[in-house]
């Protein structure tokens, strides 16, 4: 009862703890996103403007075409992949292993089993299952409002570049229409 009390709204009326963590971590959480796609689009247009990324692809082409790098590269991937086989062949590595993972698993299992028949510990699982549905829950609601601020400051940055591109469009318009009727 007393988590109930800190978790509802307080006896003034004002919004829960909970519910203002909330609101401010998806405002972080949103701000953060809208400030980390403009600086990729901003470094896009930079990368476009300047052709950075384009030039290394075609020097690494080049390179490639010059020394061979791929073809060594896969030769040696080819040997080191024959002699692993080899090894492990000769050495049963890997039954060996598979048989080592399959021992431990039935190990922890049958361990698994006795200790989920303590009581203590099936309540404290069950606990411990409950506080994650909780937080899993609320973040959920964080990560929906978090969508929801983005979204809303996206619309509010096109509505405002949209002003912009109509001011700038209707200013000649109007400039000539001034000029006209002053003469």
Do not use: C
């Amino acid at each position: 009862m007393i988590q109930q009390a800190t978790v509802n709204t307080t006896a003034s009326g004002g919004e829960s703890a909970v519910q203002k963590a909330e609101d401010i971590v998806s405002s972080m959480l949103a701000k953060g996103f809208i400030l980390g796609k403009d600086a990729l689009n901003q470094a896009k247009a930079f990368d476009e403007k300047h052709q950075f990324t384009s030039s290394a692809t075609s020097k690494v082409t080049s390179l490639d075409k010059k020394i061979g790098f791929r073809e060594k590269i896969s030769a040696g991937t080819t040997l080191v992949n024959d002699k692993v086989r080899e090894v492990d062949e000769k050495f049963r590595v890997s039954e060996t292993t598979k048989s080592a993972f399959v021992s431990a698993e039935q190990t922890v299992s049958n361990a698994g089993s006795a200790i989920m028949k303590n009581r203590y510990v099936l309540t404290g699982a069950s606990w411990v299952t409950g506080a994650f549905n909780r937080v899993a829950k609320t973040a959920g609601e964080v990560g929906q409002k978090t969508k929801e601020k983005v979204l809303a400051e996206e619309e509010r940055s096109h509505r405002a570049e949209g002003y912009t591109q109509i001011h700038e469009s209707d200013s000649p318009n109007m400039s000539e229409q001034i000029s006209k009727s002053s003469h």
